[in-house]
T-cell receptor, first 111, second 117 residues
Framework: DAKTTQPTSMDCAEGRAANLPCNHSTISGNEYVYWYRQIHSQGPQYIIH???NNETNEMASLIITEDRKSSTLILPHATLRDTAVYYC????????????FGKGTKLTVNP | GAVVSQHPSWVICKSGTSVKIECRSLDFQATTMFWYRQFPKQSLMLMATSNEGSKATYEQGVEKDKFLINHASLTLSTLTVTSAHPEDSSFYICSSPGGSGMSYEQYFGPGTRLTVT
C-alpha cells in the first residue's frame, strides 16, 4: 500500500503557483520523498525528490517539513500543460527500488 | 535524460489471442525493468520486475503464466499477455532506473493501450 496521502483533486489558475501537499507520517529515516506526474495517457515523468532539505530544479520546488512527515510540491507558475495527476512517493533513493503509486492528486490548471 | 520506448502504442486484439508488448531503452543499458498496469481512472500498479538474464519477479496476485516477461538483453524487455480476455484491457507501462549516474529516478515508457474485444 502507498505510504502517502494526497488530496484527490486541486485547481489552479494559469500563471499562479500550484501548491500540492502530501502527508507521509510513517516515512523512514532512509526514505526520500519523490514526486512524479502523469499527463493523460502518457507514462509518468519524474519531477523532483528530496530527503530533508528543500529542493529546487527547473520544474518545481519541494518543501519538506522539519519532522519529514509532510511535504509540498510547488509549481511556481502553472501552465495549462501542467494539468496532470501528481504522485507523491516515499522510498529509498536507489533507482532500482520499485515505485508504489498511490491515487495522486489530479491538478487542473484553468485559463 | 534516458529514453524508454514502447511498441506498439496501442493494440486491439481478439479474446483468446496473445499480444506482445516491447519496451526498449534507447540510450542506456536497462539492467532492471518494471512493468505496470493501469486501469481507467486508477493508479499504476506494479506487475513485475525483470532483470536482464534472469526470471522476472511478479507481484502478489499477478499470474506469471499469463503475463510472460522476457528480459533477454540490456535494451529490450517484453511483456506477452497470453490468452487475453476483455478484463486484461488496460494501459501497460514499463520503466527503468536508467544507466550509470542516473540511478535515483525511473524513466517511463509512453505506455501501450491494450483493448481486448
Amino acid at each position: 500500500d502507498a505510504k502517502t496521502t494526497q488530496p484527490t483533486s486541486m485547481d489552479c489558475a494559469e500563471g499562479r503557483a500550484a501548491n500540492l501537499p502530501c502527508n507521509h507520517s510513517t516515512i523512514s529515516g532512509n526514505e526520500y520523498v519523490y514526486w512524479y506526474r502523469q499527463i493523460h495517457s502518457q507514462g509518468p515523468q519524474y519531477i523532483i525528490h528530496g530527503l530533508k532539505n528543500n529542493e529546487t530544479n527547473e520544474m518545481a520546488s519541494l518543501i519538506i517539513t522539519e519532522d519529514r512527515k509532510s511535504s509540498t510540491l510547488i509549481l511556481p507558475h502553472a501552465t495549462l500543460r501542467d494539468t496532470a495527476v501528481y504522485y507523491c512517493i516515499v522510498r529509498p533513493q536507489g533507482g532500482s527500488e520499485k515505485l508504489v503509486f498511490g491515487k495522486g492528486t489530479k491538478l487542473t490548471v484553468n485559463p | 535524460g534516458a529514453v524508454v520506448s514502447q511498441h506498439p502504442s496501442w493494440v486491439i486484439c481478439k479474446s483468446g489471442t496473445s499480444v506482445k508488448i516491447e519496451c526498449r531503452s534507447l540510450d542506456f543499458q536497462a539492467t532492471t525493468m518494471f512493468w505496470y498496469r493501469q486501469f481507467p481512472k486508477q493508479s499504476l500498479m506494479l506487475m513485475a520486475t525483470s532483470n536482464e538474464g534472469s526470471k522476472a519477479t511478479y507481484e502478489q496476485g499477478v499470474e506469471k503464466d499469463k503475463f510472460l516477461i522476457n528480459h533477454a538483453s540490456l535494451t529490450l524487455s517484453t511483456l506477452t499477455v497470453t490468452s487475453a480476455h476483455p478484463e486484461d484491457s488496460s494501459f501497460y507501462i514499463c520503466s527503468s532506473p536508467g544507466g550509470s549516474g542516473m540511478s535515483y529516478e525511473q524513466y517511463f515508457g509512453p505506455g501501450t493501450r491494450l483493448t481486448v474485444t
